[in-house]
């Protein structure tokens, strides 16, 4: 008896600790920082300590690719995004690219998810500028709380400045706006949304823009199955949840976790969704924040509200079967849109993580690595170069596929400064030593190197995507290759794009469509842009 009643006792006091805990997160630790009698010790909340991602790694320990770290404070003196550095100096000088890639990743994840595709935009010349998005990775901020969408976006503004005055100091100079390096941005998913809003929230980015001669350009915006709304058939809010936000809303509980809306809907497969979240350390493996998901809602309303004042070159590319949020949503935006350079893919083998490993080598050809290619042309068509550099590309982004295919190559990392964690304060360290946790980041932990590829493509930046279609011997009879490769009961890819047709041509835009006539793909598998 007396063993049972000291469980019992625990079983209580745990009970009342979890309480606590939960009311000081929600209520207490805003007040008391409100009133200037509390700071967090780790305004990170942990996420400082955990490692890096294997394909970080991997790219890091990279000889091909120079590395560095960063931190730029927010206008609160107080708060700081982390970002890195990625650029391949060979590439860069063979094709004449001068061009930033800024990456939006979407919501809880980190900036380490665009590790496994990187190789291709670093082929290209592309210098990657990957932020862990604010609230997000080693940025700081409880892990994804932004009630506004504003502090997502000033997120990225601030690293783009940061990395403009780097480059300033280093060459001596301060070139006007119209001389800078052209400058992209490309968001996946909720990161879409954030690239989108940009030039919205900071209309004078614009290049050509004159109003404002002292802000940095970005010449455009290419969003991935951007937010931009949300299917109401698979992203279901009902009455209780509707009126439960309120609720916490009106009592100002807003840090409280509540639920996923989108989880069942983010792919059929759900191993995509327990690799990208449940199984990364660095990803938010909680419910969405009460104050997450109204940020959520205003973003999509001010894009949706301001949507004449976009003028920025887009490029939206959107997987036909996407459950998440619908192609007609993207199709609503871009025709509200004063951009006079706008264009839209529609990808009938996708669904909303586009950047996955398709099961099949041809729905990867048809999906993933199209999309690749596709926003590697249509950046190199705006920063044009004058070379291209021949090496074989990787495409993968199965982390446990390439690290089970690959044998480690023990060689020393490049590593350029580092701007660690430091005084919240502190916005005058430029450079820093190492962080001592052998596994943090900034680790110069040595492993081997991505051998293991589904595909290796010849990069070539001036040639078209059949080039890529023919250059990966997909036979002419595809669904030869599906019955082989797919698992038994499967439905056939084609039928799932039929229905997914049928289910999304509500909006008569997608009937106009242009397919890329010398693929050997069938039509419904073909992706095809839309005349808007």
Same mark, same amino acid.
């Given at each position: 008896m007396e063993e049972g009643g000291e469980k019992q006792h625990n079983a209580f006091v745990r009970f009342f600790l979890?309480?606590?805990? @939960?009311? #000081?997160?929600? #209520?207490?630790e805003p007040l008391f920082t409100w009133l200037g009698l509390y700071e967090p010790k780790d305004p990170t909340y942990g996420r400082w300590e955990i490692p890096f991602s294997k394909m970080e790694q991997r790219l890091h320990e990279n000889p091909d690719v120079t590395v560095s770290f960063h931190k730029v404070m927010m206008p609160n003196g107080k708060d700081w995004v982390w970002y890195q550095v990625w650029e391949d100096k060979l590439a860069q000088r063979a094709?004449? &690219?001068?061009?930033?890639?800024?990456?939006?990743?979407?919501?809880?994840?980190?900036?380490?998810?665009?590790?496994s595709h990187s190789r291709r935009y670093l082929d290209a010349g592309f210098r990657l500028v990957v932020p862990d998005l604010p609230s997000h990775g080693y940025s700081?901020?409880?892990?994804?709380?932004? &009630? #506004?969408?504003?502090?997502?976006? =000033?997120?990225?503004?601030?690293v783009i400045i940061d990395v403009a005055r780097r480059d300033d100091e280093q060459t001596g100079t301060h070139p006007p706006k119209q001389k800078r390096r052209s400058t992209f941005l490309l968001g996946l998913s909720f990161g879409g949304l954030v690239a989108v809003l940009y030039p919205i929230y900071y209309p004078a980015s614009l290049r050509e823009d004159t109003t404002d001669p002292n802000e940095l350009p970005v010449d455009g915006v290419i969003a991935v199955g951007p937010i931009l709304g949300w299917s109401k058939n698979d992203v279901k809010v009902g009455p209780l949840v509707h009126t439960l936000t309120w609720l916490i809303s009106?009592? /100002?509980?807003? /840090? @409280?976790?509540?639920?996923?809306?989108?989880?069942?809907?983010?792919?059929?497969?759900?191993?995509? !969704?327990?690799?990208?979240?449940?199984? =990364?350390? &660095? %990803?938010?493996r909680g419910a969405f924040r009460v104050g997450h998901l109204f940020c959520i809602r205003d973003g999509v309303s001010d894009a949706e509200r301001l949507a004449p004042t976009f003028k920025t070159p887009i490029y939206i590319q959107h997987g036909l079967q996407d459950r998440v949020v619908l192609p007609s949503q993207s199709i609503k935006f871009l025709r509200k849109i004063s951009s006079d350079d706008m264009k839209m893919?529609?990808?009938?083998?996708?669904?909303?993580?586009? !950047?996955?490993?398709?099961?099949?080598?041809?729905? =990867?050809?048809?999906?993933r690595v199209a999309v690749l290619e596709d926003n590697v042309e249509w950046m190199s068509e705006r920063s044009p170069g004058h070379g291209h550099i021949d090496r074989g590309v990787s495409f993968s982004s199965d982390i446990s596929d390439v690290m089970e295919r690959s044998k480690p190559i023990s060689r020393m990392p490049s590593f350029s400064t580092f701007s660690g964690p430091g005084t919240p304060g502190d916005t005058t360290a430029q *450079?820093? %030593?190492? +962080?001592?946790?052998?596994?943090? +980041?900034?680790?110069?932990?040595?492993?081997?190197?991505? *051998?293991?590829?589904?595909? %290796? @493509?010849?990069?070539?930046? =001036? *040639?078209?995507?059949?080039?890529?279609?023919?250059?990966?011997?997909?036979? +002419?009879? +595809?669904?030869?290759?599906?019955? &082989?490769?797919?698992?038994?009961?499967?439905?056939?890819?084609a039928t799932v794009a039929k229905e997914a047709a049928r289910k999304n041509a509500d909006d008569k835009g997608e009937e106009k469509r242009i397919y890329r006539e010398n693929w050997t793909l069938s039509q419904d598998l073909r992706p095809y842009d839309l005349i808007i």
């Open positions: 979890t309480i606590g805990r @939960l009311l #000081w997160e929600i #209520w207490g094709t004449g &690219r001068e061009a930033d890639l800024v990456f939006c990743h979407g919501t809880g994840v980190h900036s380490g998810t665009l590790a700081t901020g409880l892990h994804v709380f932004q &009630r #506004w969408m504003k502090g997502y976006v =000033d997120g990225v503004r601030q009106f009592f /100002r509980a807003e /840090r @409280l976790e509540l639920y996923v809306p989108h989880k069942k809907a983010v792919d059929r497969d759900p191993k995509v !969704y327990k690799q990208l979240i449940d199984s =990364d350390m &660095r %990803s938010h893919t529609i990808y009938p083998v996708c669904q909303h993580v586009i !950047y996955r490993k398709a099961k099949t080598e041809m729905e =990867d050809l048809a999906g *450079s820093e %030593s190492l +962080p001592e946790n052998p596994n943090g +980041p900034g680790s110069k932990n040595e492993e081997g190197v991505v *051998s293991g590829t589904i595909h %290796s @493509l010849t990069s070539q930046i =001036d *040639s078209a995507i059949e080039t890529a279609a023919t250059a990966t011997a997909v036979p +002419p009879t +595809p669904n030869e290759l599906t019955r &082989r490769t797919q698992p038994k009961g499967a439905k056939n890819p």
